[in-house]
Structure formats: structure tokens, C-alpha cells
């Protein structure tokens, strides 16, 4: 079963009277502790908050620039001459209603648009960045602490000026790199140089020092893939034996005891797997909760993904295109694949066939490259995977600023929601949804990564002889976005970016609040069902209508701005924002009065008046040009 996990920082749920904090996962619209459900978890209890409703239900807040299909947003009450007016009927539409509510709110929480917002995180947070301001070429040569943190710019030497840290001036000539992370967010960097390769440790925990530990441990261009649940290394291995008649090939999976890394130095091969001639693309391993896999060349030109146990190494299945694709076309091609440690789940990332890519491409547009295909499938109904499962396309963007381009593709799932995923296209990092994942969710912006501004003659106040700055630092490399790599990683919770420049290292762990929001989490949801035995109306009709409008008007009177699409370095998204005008309600309208009978007529204007108020609400939110009037305070004050 795919799970559905999120974070909530204590607004939507309490334990033992207390407001929760931390991960929570639904199941039979019950929240429970943890990412995933377990013999340990606990019940939450909702706090009746529109968040918690949210939750429960499952929703997921996954706005983009893309336009918003209303249809799924707000739904028409089912009215009709021929209904019966009873309180199933009252029922019903009073849930349509709710669920309208339900719906507004969630269009008003958006992704964290901005994956590294140095400048703008906390001050008392994971985010910093590792780099010296002085070195052999400074006579001052007086900084011995590589951690820095994001209070304003400053001047930073290249690595190979440094002497004050053993062996670091040896990171500006990385050519090659691979890092993972501990559960302690402690971490080992392997890189590789034209001459030699290095390991280097250190912690996403703010200001953490970082070290070389080793030298020539690890080959150059080996990729590892860590499992933190065996605490276990896995690496494929590609060897070659000839004879004096053929050549043959074949792949080792191999096992490394990682425990003896830290406290040795060294590597413990505890087990070697021999998968045979098998064509292994990539040499790289995707592990899950019981699942690994790796993607495999069929001796047709196939690319099909080989999934065992990985504590049994017993074969669990193959996927491939050719199983879940439309037979009229040539097959797709998978390029990556992530697999969940929570519950398996597998997701998949394909291009279309060359002629296809073509057609769906735009050739000389805004956006020149062609789709990915993305699937995600349920490791538990491998059997049932047919041409019918689910495929959304990914829309895909080049920035307008540089970066460090290569040949890799990779997807990541979120460790802290299960319906986002990281996107490594080239070099080019993205956050994406699940549900959504057209257009961009995030992605990194360089202009907030504190780097020196342009400096003039006579524009400082500080004095010669105690400037922090060198002569002409802005044209050292180190004093400006120049990028060796930009890694994505994961641990059992998290996933860490680690941006390589020459000079700098920046360490980003991903937040818990990977969502922006534009009206308040802890906004109560007002309606609750009443219970009545009335075959007709009933007396709580209006109680139940006005906590129903209480709920329409809250959510529009707490948005503090409504998230619009800009145009950021070339990519459209939801970053920029606007303020919004009233709308007019004449409140009188939205309910039962004393002296009106329960007929179709009256009822059809309650409802249906209350359905436009929604529909108000909702242009407002999502039309670029944010149409209102002024509210009618007078009135919204008879409401209350």
C-alpha cells in the first residue's frame, strides 16, 4: 500500500492532550505517529481544523503554475424539482458545501518555491556553508573555521588557497563526486580528482567542521548507495574475464559493512551477489524498505528495471514499459527510478520514443525539451500492472542562469511528503508533485547565497589596514555562483542538497515545512454535522448554514495574499504575489427565514447562493487579475 505521510508542526493534531509535532500518517481517515503505520504508532485526534480535515481526507497541496481545473475545486449542490426535501437531502448538500470550504482553503498552501533560501532561513537553523576568507595567498591568514553562516556577504578564498585545514585545497579540482547521509545527518564526500580520490566528513548540523579521512579508499567513478536501515553500503561491479575464445562479463552486487567506515577507516565486504552477464546501465542501486532494483539492457535494446529482496536477494519481479505502456506506440524508455523506504513504492521516470519525443517537444519554443513520463507504482501490485496505470507528464525548463551540467537523470522521493519528489535533470534541480507534476514546484534561486556584491573604490567605510575583503575578491571564483555540483541525497528521513562551488560548500537539509502558506494553519472548520431525526428541515438548518458561511468567510477575510505566477529566471511559477479587493454578499440571501416555506424555490436560492459566495472566493484566489468589490461589513457583522 502507498502511503500517505506529511509533517505538522502542532496545528492539526494533539496526543494525550498535547499538540503533536512531527510526522504523521492517515489510514481510514485516522491520523497515526510516524511516516508509516507500525505496531508503535498512535492515534492523533484531529484538532478540527480545516488543516486536519485536510488531512484526513488526504488531500494534497499540490498548486503550481499550471491552470487550476476548477471542477475539481467546487462542486454545484444537487438541487432539483424532483428531490424530496428531507434531511438526507439537507445532508448532502451541506457536505458538498463543506467540502467546497475544505477545498478554497487548500488552494491557499503552495510548495516552498525557493529550495535554497540562504539568505531568508533561519538564522538558528541546518542551513550554512563551509569556506575561508583567508588563506596562503593573504598575509592575514587568520581564519581557521570553515562553517559559515547566512548573516551577510562575505569574502571567501578558492580551496586551493587554503593551508590553514589540512588537505582541502584539494576539493576546487573535484571532478567527479558521490555523498550519503547518516540518520545523525553526519556524512562522508567522495571525490574524485585527475589524480586521486578523497573522502571527506562532516554533518549537515549547523557549523560542523568538515575533514579529510582518507585518501584512495573508494575508486573513482564507483557510485555507493547507502542503506540506513541495514547501515549497509551497496555497489555494482562490472568485471571482465577473458579466454582464449570469448570475453565474458559479468555483475557483482557487493555488500559493505558501513559501521567499520567511521571508527576504522575502512571498508567490511560482507557479502558478494553475482547477478551474472546481465547489462547493468547505470552501476547504480535504488534501495526501499525490502525492495533494491537497478535498472537492466535486455539483449533487445529494452530498458526494464530487475527488483529482488534485498535481505534474501530473491528475485521479487522486473518492470518494464512494454508492461504498462500504449501497445500502438514504440515503447519509452525508463531513464531513473526511485524506490520508497517506507512502504516501496516505486517511482518511475521515462522519455518518450524519438518520434514521439518530437511531436510532444517544442522545437525553437520556451521549452525545447521533450517530457518526461512519470509513474508510480505500488510495489504490493506488481502482478496487476497493466496498460491501463496512471502516467502524468513532466513538463521540463532550463533556467536562465548557469550551471554545472551532466549527463545524469534522477528522481527522489521526499522524505517528509509523500506526494513530492526531487527532480535531477541534467544538472538542474527541481522539486515536483506526485499528483501535479507539470510545472515546477521549486527549484534553487543563486541570488540569495550571499555572495559578494560589486565593489567600487571609495564606496567602504571600513579601514585598510582591517578590511575583510581582498583587493579584487568579486573576480576570485569563490566570490561568485560558480558550481562543481550540485548533489542530491537521502537518509531515512530527510533529503539533503549539497551545492559544491569553487570555495564553498553549501548544506541544505530539507525542512519539514516544505509548504508556504497564505491563510492560517490553524484555521478552525466550523461545520459540524448535527444529527436530527426531522423529516423536513428541521430547526438547526440555519445553525448548520451559518457555520457553513462562517467558514466561506473566514477563509477570505485570513488570506494575507494570494499567490500568483511570475516568471523566475526563465521558469514559470507560483513566487510573486498580489493583494485582492472585497467581494459583495448580501447575507440575508443565505438563509431561511421564518415566513418562507421549505419549497424548491427558497431552497434552491440558499444553496445556491451560498455555492456563488464559494465561486466569488474561488475567482478571487486564482484569477490573475483578482476581480472584487469591497465587502459589506454591515452585514458580515449580522453573520456573526
Known sequence: MIEYFKFTG?????????????????????????????????????KDTFLSVAFLQKKEFDRTAAPVDTSDILTVPEISPRNIIDQSFID?????????????????????????????????????????????????????????????????????????????????????????VYDDSSYFYFTSTPTNSYTFSGSFVKNTQIERVDSGLFPANKKFTYDNSTDTLFTLVTSASTTSSSRDIEVILKLYDNSFLNP??????????????????????????????????????????????????????????????????????????????????????????????????????TNPLPPFYLYQIDAEKLTDIGPRIDRKVIGRWIPDYEYNETNEIKVFFSGTDSNIFTLYDSGFVTTRFISNPSYIAGFPSYDNLLYLPTMYFNDTNEKFDTIQKKFNSNILKSNFYNNINFLVTKNSSNVFYFLHNIGRIYLFKESNLVYKNFVPLNLPNLYDKMVSCESSLGISLNSELQNIIKDSINIFLNLSLIPVETISDGIPILRGSKGYEGIDVEFRDLEFHDNEEANYSVVSRVFNDIYKLQKSILDVIIKEEGKGVQTNVANEEELY
Open 10 to 46: 502542532g496545528e492539526a493534531f494533539t496526543l494525550s492532550g498535547k499538540d503533536y509535532n512531527g510526522f504523521f500518517n492517515v489510514r481510514d481517515q485516522v491520523a497515526f505517529t510516524g511516516r508509516t503505520f507500525t505496531a508503535n504508532s498512535e492515534a492523533l485526534s484531529s
Open 92 to 180: 448532502k448538500n451541506l457536505g458538498i458545501l463543506n467540502q467546497n470550504n475544505i477545498n478554497l482553503f487548500s488552494l491557499n498552501i503552495i510548495s516552498n518555491t525557493n529550495l535554497l533560501d540562504f539568505a531568508n532561513s533561519a538564522k538558528d537553523g541546518d542551513s550554512y556553508f563551509l569556506g575561508l576568507s583567508s588563506g596562503k595567498n593573504d598575509l592575514r591568514n587568520d581564519d581557521f573555521s570553515a562553517p559559515k553562516d547566512n548573516i551577510i556577504p562575505i569574502q571567501i578564498d578558492p580551496f586551493s588557497f587554503i593551508e590553514n585545514i589540512e588537505d582541502l585545497n584539494v576539493l576546487d579540482d573535484t571532478i567527479d563526486s558521490e555523498i550519503f
Open 264 to 365: 576504522c577507516g575502512n571498508l567490511k565486504l560482507k557479502d558478494e551477489i553475482n547477478l551474472g552477464d546481465q547489462v547493468v546501465i547505470d552501476e547504480s542501486v535504488e534501495i526501499g524498505k525490502n525492495l533494491l532494483g537497478y535498472r537492466v539492457l535486455s539483449e533487445t535494446g529494452e530498458v526494464f528495471i530487475e527488483l529482488k529482496n534485498k535481505f534474501s536477494n530473491a528475485s521479487v519481479g522486473t518492470i518494464s514499459t512494454s508492461t504498462f505502456g500504449d501497445p500502438n506506440i514504440d515503447a519509452e524508455s525508463i531513464v531513473a527510478f526511485d524506490i520508497r523506504d517506507t512502504d516501496d513504492s516505486i517511482l518511475i521516470l521515462t522519455t518518450p520514443p524519438p518520434n514521439q519525443a518530437a511531436i510532444e517537444g517544442d522545437p525553437g519554443g
